[in-house]
Every structure is written in structure tokens, then in C-alpha cells.
């Protein structure tokens, strides 16, 4: 159990049985939470999307892409999560969409008491669509369910194509893995075979997008998949 994550801050642990309880107490506290907030996103017609990475995956500049180019097209807010400072936020709002930014101090991941709280302060119109950039963390985040309908991981090629197999549950968990930065690629050492099959180990059924946020490569079928989410979910429906 993370350190910093919070799971037992409220616990006196004297034994690994103690520890172990009380992280199923808190995860189905917030299990419980987050089927509030589904309710809360499905009464309006709320898509919600979770956005995680670690750090420097380039997940604030793929949404900054997004809002510019999809903005017309798709309404569009976000919600940000970092442990400190409004950045993110910040350029969120200058690149055209509304967002609220979510500091968790020493925490390393939202949950769904932060993301009830942004919510109705962020108060998204009905029929719309919420990006959650989560705190950069390939660990805690995973496990947290804020109320989401869908899923989003991210990596950028700087980080090595050995990433699924160390950090197995996010990429189990992840309806589209997003492969970023690919115009890097023939800089750095990354073997984007070994990285899909990986993924597949992992998750066969999670879509594959590989993309250059800066650039623009392949941003369409990430644009197609999003526009998929924001509707009711239709697995053999794609189209860009």
C-alpha cells in the first residue's frame, strides 16, 4: 500500500490483517462514492473521462490539443489533479475550455470525495464532456474509482516500453491506451512491439492510439475514441 495515498492514515496498523482491512474499508467507501457520482454525471448526460499517466506523459498537452481543435465540435471541461500549484488549470482556461483544479497536498491520486467536490463546482452543462486529469502516478490512481465511465492511460516513448508489465493494474484497467510523443521515436530506445503485446498481455480488449500531441499524429482516432465515449458506450462502434 502507497505511502502517501492515504490508506491508512486513519489506522492505528499493528499487523499486516489490520492494514489489509482497513484499505478494503476505504476502497469500498469510495467505490460507494463513486456510484454517487455516476448518478449524479448519468442524470445530466455527463460523460466522464479519467486521464492518467506519470509524470511528463504529456497529458495537459494532448487536452490543450484536443480543446483547440475539438472545441467547436464538443463541449468540453476539465477537472485537474496535482499535488501542488493551479498550472495545468491555467492552461487549461487558455486553451478555450472551463476547468477546476484539484490540489491534494501530499495525497498521489483524486478520489471520488474530490471529484464530487469539483464537480459541482465545476458544474458541467448536461450533454457534455468531462476530462479528469488525474495526478501523475502509474500506481494509486488505478485503484480509485472516481465514477467514470471510461478510462484513459497515457504514456509518452520517453518512458521505456516496459512500463504495462511494472505497473500491470493501470494498464488492466484502461478502456484506450495512448501511446504519446511518437515523433520521438527515432531518438530514443523504444520498442513499440514489446510495448502493444505487453498492453494485449494485460488487457486485450483496451484500444491502442498512438499519437504526437505536439505534432498532431494520429490525434484523430483519439478525437474518434473520445467522441465515442461521450455517447452510450457501443464497443463494435468506431469511427473517426
Not at 125 to 144: D, K, Q
Request: proline share 4%; net charge negative; with cysteine.
Amino acid at each position: 500500500m502507497c505511502g502517501t495515498c492515504g490508506c491508512a492514515d486513519d489506522a492505528e496498523v499493528t499487523g499486516h490483517g489490520h492494514t489489509v482491512v482497513l484499505e478494503q474499508k476505504v476502497l469500498a467507501r469510495n467505490d460507494e462514492l463513486a456510484e454517487d457520482n455516476r448518478a449524479w454525471l448519468a442524470a445530466r448526460d455527463i460523460r466522464a473521462v479519467n486521464l492518467m499517466s506519470s509524470p511528463g506523459s504529456g497529458k495537459t498537452t494532448l487536452l490543450e490539443r484536443t480543446i483547440r481543435e475539438l472545441g467547436g465540435s464538443l463541449t468540453l471541461s476539465v477537472v485537474e489533479g496535482d499535488q501542488e500549484t493551479a498550472v495545468d488549470a491555467d492552461r487549461i482556461r487558455a486553451a478555450g475550455a472551463a476547468a477546476i483544479q484539484v490540489n491534494t497536498g501530499a495525497g498521489c491520486h483524486l478520489d471520488a470525495t474530490m471529484l464530487a467536490r469539483a464537480l459541482r463546482t465545476l458544474d458541467p452543462p448536461p450533454h457534455s464532456l468531462v476530462c479528469v486529469e488525474n495526478v501523475g502516478n502509474l500506481v494509486c490512481p488505478a485503484l480509485f474509482d472516481l465514477g467514470e465511465q471510461a478510462r484513459a492511460v497515457i504514456v509518452s516513448v520517453t518512458e521505456g516500453a516496459d512500463k504495462p508489465l511494472k505497473y500491470p493494474h493501470m494498464f488492466a484497467t484502461a478502456d484506450v491506451v495512448v501511446l504519446n510523443k511518437v515523433d520521438l521515436l527515432p531518438y530514443v530506445d523504444f520498442d513499440v512491439a514489446l510495448f502493444e503485446s505487453s498492453v494485449r498481455r494485460l488487457n486485450r480488449e483496451a484500444r491502442l492510439i498512438q499519437v504526437s500531441a505536439t505534432r498532431g499524429d494520429g490525434v484523430a482516432g483519439w478525437y474518434g475514441w473520445l467522441r465515442q465515449s461521450h455517447v452510450p458506450w457501443e464497443p463494435d462502434v468506431y469511427q473517426v
